[in-house]
């Protein structure tokens, strides 16, 4: 019997393995069976009527004819396609994804656990773990695959457990709508029993109809696992601080600083600013009630010492707080001890002018110039640096911090003079300071060249009040640092000095400032308290201008606080204004090149501002079109530096010895701008990842419920997960797969041989008939 399954193996030309398993015969393209009737009777007429017209015996002409049908059905038979086939089939396993969080969000302390509080990522490592029977069920029959997310997915790692190894929360974003997405992308067309999301439902971008609407279609059901306590806990947290990047030594330097207190909490709330270096506390301030939401407090540091100072803004919330990370923000700030350069121009004596003037003079720390215009020539000019002539060109003006300008006409300055204030304000960040006055300020100066300086408009012809008005500060003053005029222990703004029954706080003479009358980018720092029936007008009025900033203040009777309380009140509200002023267009130091980032503190992404300055412009001819900064890079302070790439400056038209750059930072860290050629000329950039997990750490799970109900999946509590393995929760969703094994027989040796042996034997009965 070999040699026959040999010889019938060579003829079909079958495998080697054709023993094993069971073929069955069929056709490539089948025909039913009624069409093989009809092509069987078919080919037996074609037989028939082909040796019609033959004059051979009946048994012949039949047998030639039987050989012709037998032939044609054959050709039939081949063209159909015979084989055979193996039947073979293959299961594709379901997919379960399994989601993780690891944002960190999940770093907040809220689920107690046996009388202790744990982590939301503690919880989340307990219930992975404690499941691994689960897991391992589960894996038996389907393939389970974690996956970890915040911004983004990725894909697990697996430890020889068989169970994830989450690693650190640490994700500054959480993203569950697109890594539902992207999961269900992994699975590409694979069946999947369904998702099983485990987080804290704190997201930035949620799941979106159309996704969850995709879910529902394709029959994938997302369970959820809450993460961290169902009820809201309370957190105070920092979230901006803003202060200027630089200060005179023995300034009173106003640090903004944005808090928020989330639902849940109570009790009193303290906030502080210490400098790090000495520990020494510079301030204070303390909040007992319970409102919740934001809030701006102010604190003031001083600085004794010049130099980089180091300073940090703390709360301490008594009862418990959700998140600590967020209860301090640092900042530097850099103390320059030199003094405040200060041009005063004036039209006449009047009281407020020689008030001032005095003032500049006898204060430590302002070298003044003070420019009187009705004096005639043999007047000697005062201040500490005297003039003979007002500043004509930028270079002359460069060297002041700030200018005030009383009640002057606009024809006093020439159009060269109007450009270079304008230019010193805008682009070095000087400030500027308007006083009203009952001739010029303001009218004299529309359709000037520094009337876009001004923080009113109109036609500036502004009339003056018909009584007498007392002033009191805003709230946007008291942040800022201005008008805190009273001293320890409780700063601020005395009551006396807005009630108009003590007699000397009524200013005679003040201008009426309509709110229509200001710009859309001016803010009040202070208004009328009393007259003018009672309606709070302007008084004080700021605005930016470019990098610096611009005051109009509309009454010249600040002098009569002196009859209060000497001049205590009247110094410390005008120290304080021109100090304020004085910051933004001040230098560092008087190096022959400096280098200034804006802002100093960035996050991730934002642009900054790099500028350098060069004291002497002479001092690089012939001055290059562009230069280059290099930026390193310390992830810690004390950490060695890593290159982070260089800014391009290019050369400021028109003003001599500024090039100018913006640097996009793509990585955190403190950061080193130094000028290429230029040793020890460097500035320092914090910059920061965007942190929108501690911006509100309050877990969601009205959101996960949300996302379970749209798709008909469950909320699963986390340590519940044995409930996986209902199947109602993951349903069989495997898919079998057929692939047979297919041998074709029309190409075979048998094939062959019938073809060549039918018509040879319907030719040798013709040829042995006589009929060749």
């Known amino acids: 019997m070999n040699w026959i399954e040999s010889t019938v193996a060579w003829l079909l030309r079958l495998p080697s393995d054709h023993a094993a398993g069971s073929w069955r015969f069929g056709f490539e393209r089948p025909i039913p069976g009624w069409a093989w009737l009809l092509a069987a009777v078919a080919a037996v007429l074609v037989g ?30 081949l063209l159909t396609g015979p084989m055979l086939t193996l039947p073979r089939e293959r299961v594709e396993p379901d997919w379960v994804l399994v989601v993780a969080d690891r944002s960190a969000s999940l770093r907040v302390g809220d689920v107690e656990l046996d009388g202790a509080m744990i982590s939301r990522d503690a919880q989340l490592e307990r219930a992975v773990r404690g499941s691994a029977a689960v897991w391992k069920e589960l894996d038996a029959t389907r393939r389970v695959v974690f996956l970890g997310f915040d911004a983004g997915l990725r894909e697990l790692e697996i430890d020889e457990q068989g169970l994830p190894t989450l690693g650190a929360a640490d994700g500054m974003a959480t993203e569950i709508g697109p890594a539902i997405s992207a999961a269900l992308d992994r699975a590409a067309a694979r069946p999947v029993a369904g998702v099983v999301l485990l987080s804290d439902g704190r997201t930035t971008v949620p799941p979106e109809r159309g996704l969850l609407r995709r879910l529902s279609a394709e029959g994938v059901r997302v369970h959820v696992v809450p993460l961290g306590a169902d009820a809201p806990s309370g957190d105070h947290a920092i979230r901006a601080i803003e ?54 407090v102010t604190l003031i540091g001083r600085a004794d010492d010049p130099g980089e100072r180091s300073w940090r803004v703390e709360i301490e919330p008594q009862g418990r707080d959700l ?88 024809g006093a300055f020439s159009s060269a003079q109007m450009e270079a204030i304008k230019d010193l304000v805008s682009t070095r960040g000087a400030g500027v300071l308007w006083i009203g006055g009952a001739r010029q300020m303001p009218r004299s100066w529309k359709g000037s060249a520094l009337e876009e300086l001004l923080p009113i408009k109109g036609s500036l012809e502004l009339e003056r009040f018909d009584e007498s008005v007392t002033m009191r500060p805003t709230p946007r003053a008291l942040r800022l640092g201005l008008m805190r005029v009273e001293g320890a222990p409780t700063p601020g703004w005395p009551e006396a000095l807005s009630s108009p029954d003590t007699g000397w706080s009524r200013l005679e003479w003040a201008q009426r400032l309509e709110p229509g009358d200001l710009k859309p980018t001016a803010e009040v720092i202070a208004e009328t308290a009393s007259g003018d029936g009672g309606r709070a007008s302007p008084l004080l009025v700021s605005m930016r201008y470019g ?36 910051r933004s267009g001040m230098h560092g130091s008087d190096r022959p090149v400096e280098i200034v980032v804006e802002p100093r503190r960035a996050e991730i992404g934002d642009p900054v501002r790099v500028e350098v300055e060069f004291r002497d412009p002479e001092a690089i001819r012939p ?29 400021v038209e028109g003003i001599p010895g500024r090039w100018v750059g913006t640097f996009f930072p ?99 009965v013709r040829r042995w008939s006589r009929l060749a």
């Open 48 to 77: 028939a009527w082909s040796v019609r017209a033959s004059t051979l015996p009946r048994g012949r002409r039949s047998l030639i004819a039987a050989l012709r049908a037998l032939l044609l059905l054959l050709l039939a038979l």
């Open 666 to 764: 793509d990585r955190s860290g403190m950061h080193a701008i130094s000028l290429q050629g230029h040793a020890g000329v460097t500035a320092e950039l914090e910059v920061a990842r965007t942190d929108q997990e501690s911006a509100n750490p309050q877990a969601d799970h009205a959101l996960l419920s949300h996302i379970a109900e749209q798709t008909q999946g469950e909320v699963i509590e986390p340590d519940s997960l044995h409930r996986l393995l209902r199947g109602d929760v993951l349903p069989n969703r495997a898919v079998t797969i057929e692939n047979p094994r297919i041998h074709s027989l029309w190409d075979t040796p048998l094939a062959l041989i019938l073809l060549i042996l039918v018509p040879a034997v319907e030719w040798s």
């Open 547 to 582: 990098a610096g900033q611009s005051m109009y203040l509309a009454t010249d009777e600040t002098w009569r606080w002196r009859y209060g309380r000497g001049e205590t009140l009247p110094e410390r509200f005008w120290l304080q204004l021109l100090r304020s002023l004085s």
């Open 623 to 651: 001055a290059p079109s562009r230069l280059q900064a290099s930026v390193s890079i310390s992830r810690e302070r004390s950490a060695a530096p890593e290159d982070a790439g260089v800014v391009e400056l290019t050369q």
């Open 323 to 410: 998140v600590a990370d967020n209860n301090s923000k640092s900042l530097r700030i850099e103390i320059v001890d030199r003094p405040i350069r200060v041009l005063f121009v004036e039209g006449y004596p009047r009281w407020e002018y020689r008030y001032l003037k005095n003032l500049l003079v006898r204060e430590h720390g302002i070298e003044s110039s003070v420019m009187l215009l009705s004096a005639d020539r043999d007047f000697a000019q005062e201040g500490n640096a005297p003039l003979t002539r007002l500043p004509r060109t930028k270079e002359e003006f460069a060297g002041y911090d700030l200018i005030v300008i009383g009640d002057v006409p606009a």
């Open 243 to 296: 202060a200027p990047q630089r200060a005179f030594v023995r300034d009173e330097v106003p640090i903004e600083v944005d808090l928020d207190r989330s639902p849940g909490v109570g009790g009193a709330l303290r906030v502080k600013l210490v400098d790090e270096q000495s520990g020494r506390l510079l301030d204070a301030a303390e909040f007992d009630d319970a409102e919740t939401g934001r809030r701006t």
